[in-house]
Nanobody, 127 residues
């Protein structure tokens, strides 16, 4: 069982930045691929970014490429999502999730690949 806790959300003006963190309780955190998803009110959950255990492979949805950066510190059992140039359409609850390491890259774009989820942190971007 992996317990995930997100933090770092808040209210920011358009063009601003936030860094989300996701701390994992499990000692084998370093073997998991970690993903970030978001869900806005009235919308379906959508994939944002993911990073493999080594940090060498990262994946992003097109709408955040060049603005968001996913990274991880396996020594701290923590994954990060640096969000720059935020837009009002980035407003959502953001969730981190953990998935097995052996899937192909495309698999990590879907929520069903992930076994463990955090409770989420709210990000609100004002215009």
């Amino acid at each position: 069982q992996v317990h995930l806790v997100e933090s770092g959300g808040g209210l920011v003006q358009a063009g601003g930045s936030l860094r989300l963190s996701c701390a994992a309780s499990e000692g084998t955190f370093s073997t998991y691929t970690m993903g970030w998803f978001r869900q806005a009110p009235g919308k379906e959950r959508e994939f944002v970014a993911a990073i493999r255990w080594s940090g060498g492979d990262t994946y992003y949805t097109d709408s955040v490429k060049g603005r968001f950066t996913v990274s991880r510190d396996n020594a701290k059992n923590t994954v990060y999502l640096q969000m720059n140039s935020l837009k009002p359409e980035d407003t959502a609850a953001y969730y981190c999730a953990a998935a097995p390491p052996y899937y192909s890259g495309s698999r990590y774009y879907t929520g069903t690949a992930y076994n463990y989820w955090g409770q989420g942190t709210q990000v609100t971007v004002s215009s």
